[in-house]
């Protein structure tokens, strides 16, 4: 999930009006961010298949460390405590920790069953509810839920810069959903993380701007 994980952060800011955004929207990013520089430094496994463009096609063969439900987001409290350090507020550290959560949650709708729940290593579980399998519904469903609770939670005065700006970057991305071009243009995993890396932070310039 890329844009969805933005009805996150707008919701987060409208429960908190008087918090800084930009740790809300690096958080809701914060397993996107660590997985790229994981996966480029060999921590983390993923397998991209050169002749299917599609998200179901990637097999993110090992993630523990950035997309585990209980390891991620152990992990997390320490960007969380350098957040409330930076902004001398326990309150901004604790919605940094909740947004890289939400990720985790909402990774779960669309992910293919592969997010590690505990992520130590063994046996694990391992879920996902796979609406990926579906990549035209995905792609609708995926901005439909973000458009509605923005609609729901944001200032009408941002409705415009949030609601296209989201749209510009969700169709940016619409070949992994709908196989416009025969093969992967990301095809390898080094390519894959850094298209990530560069997707993510245009997507938190874009949240805290707009
Ligand atoms: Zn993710």
Not at 12 to 33: C, N, R, Y
Not at 84 to 98: E, Q
Request: aromatic fraction near 14%.
């Amino acid at each position: 999930m890329y844009i969805g994980h933005y009805a996150a952060a707008a919701v987060l800011v409208t429960l908190v009006p008087d918090s800084p955004v930009i740790p809300i929207a690096v958080g809701v990013a914060w397993p996107d961010l660590v997985w790229p520089v994981l996966v480029l430094i060999g921590r983390e496994r993923v397998t991209v298949g050169r002749n299917d463009p599609l998200q179901r096609s990637i097999r993110f063969d090992s993630y523990p460390f950035s997309h585990s439900l209980v390891l991620g987001n152990l992990f997390t409290l320490v960007p969380a405590a350098i957040v409330a350090l930076l902004y001398n507020s326990v309150l901004v550290g604790v919605l940094f920790w909740v947004a890289a959560i939400s990720h985790w949650v909402l990774d779960l709708v669309v992910h293919m069953h592969d997010l590690p729940v505990l992520g130590f290593g063994g046996k694990d579980r391992k879920l996902g509810f796979g609406l990926w399998q579906h990549p035209r519904a995905a792609f609708v469903i995926e901005y439909i839920f973000f458009a509605v609770v923005v609609l729901l939670t944001a200032r009408p005065t941002v409705y415009v810069g949030v609601l296209c700006g989201g749209l510009f970057l969700h169709l940016l991305n619409a070949n992994s959903f709908f196989g416009f071009s025969r093969h992967n243009p990301f095809s390898t995993p080094t390519r894959l993380a850094l298209i990530t890396l560069v997707g993510y932070i245009g997507a938190i310039a874009w949240f805290t701007l707009a």
